[in-house]
């Protein structure tokens, strides 16, 4: 049913002649969000899963409103508080984020 949606709304765009647009600017602003989901499966899966208690991490970077990296996948830590599921999910997004930012520069 998820991948009918997404179906659905490609179609949508490609009819319409949407698609991602970057917005004029001097200077590309790269941007960063992160968020993190603390032990998101442990109420839906077997609680000695020892995957269930793993916290997900989530993050797009955007380049003008653009977004050109995105990732969702579980640490490999096991967090013992939402402050620090958050913690580790903005250090692994920043270890994305800096490399970037030196390409960006370099351009």
Request: proline share 4%.
């Amino acid at each position: 049913m998820a991948v009918k949606k997404i179906g659905h709304y490609l179609q949508k765009v490609l009819l319409t002649n949407q698609g991602l647009t970057f917005q004029a600017s001097t200077t590309p602003i790269l941007d960063l969000y992160v968020d993190a989901d603390y032990a998101g499966l442990w109420t839906y899966e077997h609680d000695q899963d020892p995957v269930c208690v793993r916290s997900r991490t989530g993050y797009v970077m955007t380049l003008s409103g653009c977004p050109i990296h995105w990732c969702s996948k579980l640490q490999t830590e096991i967090a013992l508080s939402t402050l620090e599921a958050e913690y580790i999910a903005l250090a692994q997004a920043m270890r994305e984020l800096i490399p970037m930012r030196r390409k960006f520069d370099e351009l």
